[in-house]
């Protein structure tokens, strides 16, 4: 080390670089990490005179983005992938997943499930989940052993299942666990009520309180199908969203997961109070719950991230599809080409998620100062060429197997497409016995 060089643990260069807070590609550069930080963002000839590094790494024909953030998933669930496939959402819930959840659900099947929801994830380049299930410290120890960023939610539901009794049971547990983990930089925590058919409003009430005592984002189904709706107009005599502005839900704290069937007024107050909304196209179609109007959420301002959904409704924990999927839906739905520019969908999947989940003063752009969260997609074969816009590329031809390495937090997690985790658990022959248990429930 010279003299006027600053040492560092790790220099990534790369032939392009999307770093997200601006739609300037950059050629040629490279990024500057110590202690997990994100420390600069510069010419790859500059950083080599400026920086000292541990590690170096050269990326010759790589797209280097921030890393993926999955706005909403059940990641156990991928224990339940392809176990009651086409039906529409309520058949698939009521007569398949509940019955199966209820005879096969406990700590060890999420934290098994979530595991194997980590390994999907981070070999395609997502480094963060915002998850909603039960079990939430067995969801926290998976996402920790895989040294993954996660949301936890904190599920609410009025019935009971194996995890607890009833809505008060559901949020004590939740809340205990949240006070354990409350050390663990990776590691944050939402309120997750599950839906407005399943939470009563009592417990919208309370959980809107806590989330304004302890500062928590709020994560929850909403108009996710016409059945909801009807359902909600019979009961409540109102509109899904109506009952929860009304109950003093909206706003920036909470994420409205599918937004399927809006209306202008709808749009416009989502728009209004800064919710957000997570998009999950994939299982919104396989469910045939419909198409989002997501132009016209972008169109009025709303803040749109991208979701899989649980691996039991897409049945990829994959991004790469949600991002592509999410682009050509919106052309075709409104009849506008330029509807949803790649630019447009890796910033649903990157920094617009961040914001939908507060973080974004810490990850969803590679912006000095940030943690290092970071995606390099090998745009090198020859099915990827010629290449003219890596973006687009990304979006329109690449898929999640062009993803060579992953970090997080500065630590690299995926190295030449291999995992690197210090597990010590054999998650292959945990999915052998699940999959002997759960044969009986197809």
Not at 335 to 348: F, H, I, N, Y
Request: glycine fraction near 6%; proline fraction near 5%; hydrophobic fraction near 45%.
């Amino acid at each position: 080390m010279t003299d006027n060089t600053t040492p560092i643990d790790l220099l990534i260069e790369a032939r392009w670089i999307a770093p997200v807070d601006t739609d300037t590609l950059l050629e040629h550069h490279a990024v500057a990490v110590d202690q997990g930080r994100i420390v600069a963002l510069l010419p790859a000839s500059e950083a080599r005179r400026r920086f000292q590094a541990t590690e170096h790494r050269i990326l010759g024909q790589h797209l280097l983005i921030p890393g993926l953030i999955n706005l909403h998933t059940h990641a156990a669930m991928s224990l339940l992938r392809g176990i009651a496939d086409d039906l529409p959402l309520m058949e698939w819930l009521q007569k398949h997943i509940w019955p199966a959840e209820a005879a096969h659900m406990s700590a060890q099947f999420v934290f098994d499930g979530t595991r194997l929801a980590c390994a999907e994830m981070l070999r395609g380049g997502i480094t963060c989940f915002n998850d909603m299930y039960f079990y939430p410290d067995a969801s926290a120890r998976a996402a920790s052993e895989f040294g993954m960023r996660a949301t936890i939610g904190i599920t609410t539901l009025e019935f009971p299942t194996p995890y607890a009794s009833d809505a008060d049971d559901y949020l004590h547990k939740g809340l205990t666990v949240r006070e354990r983990w409350l050390d663990q930089p990776l590691i944050n925590f939402s309120l997750a009520p599950h839906a407005p058919y399943t939470v009563s409003d009592n417990s919208f009430a309370r959980i809107v309180t806590l989330a304004e005592q302890l500062n928590l984002p709020i994560h929850c189904h909403l108009h996710e199908t016409h059945q909801e709706i009807a359902d909600s107009l019979s009961i409540y005599g109102q509109r899904p969203l109506a009952r929860l502005h009304q109950l003093g839900l909206t706003g920036p704290g909470l994420n409205a997961v599918h937004a399927v069937h809006l209306t202008p007024e709808e749009i416009a107050l989502l728009a209004a109070s800064g919710s957000h909304v997570a998009h999950c196209p994939s299982s919104n179609l396989k469910l045939a719950s419909g198409i989002a109007p997501l132009k016209a959420l972008l169109d009025a301002g709303v803040n749109v991230g991208l979701g899989t959904d649980g691996a039991a409704s897409n049945n990829r924990l994959d991004l790469f599809s949600e991002m592509r999927l999410a682009s050509l839906l919106a052309k075709g739905s409104s009849g506008d080409a330029s509807a949803v520019p790649a630019s447009c969908a890796l910033r649903m999947a990157t920094l617009n998620a961040a914001q939908a989940l507060g973080l974004s003063e810490r990850i969803g752009s590679i912006t000095p100062g940030k943690d290092a969260d970071l995606c390099a997609i090998d745009l090198s074969p020859s099915e990827y060429q010629p290449c003219f816009d890596p973006i687009a590329h990304l979006i329109h031809v690449a898929g999640r197997e062009a993803v060579s390495d992953v970090w997080i937090a500065g630590k690299c997690c995926v190295e030449n497409k291999t995992l690197r985790t210090n597990s010590p658990n054999n998650l292959e022959a945990a999915l052998t016995l699940w999959q002997n248990r759960l044969e009986v429930c197809r």
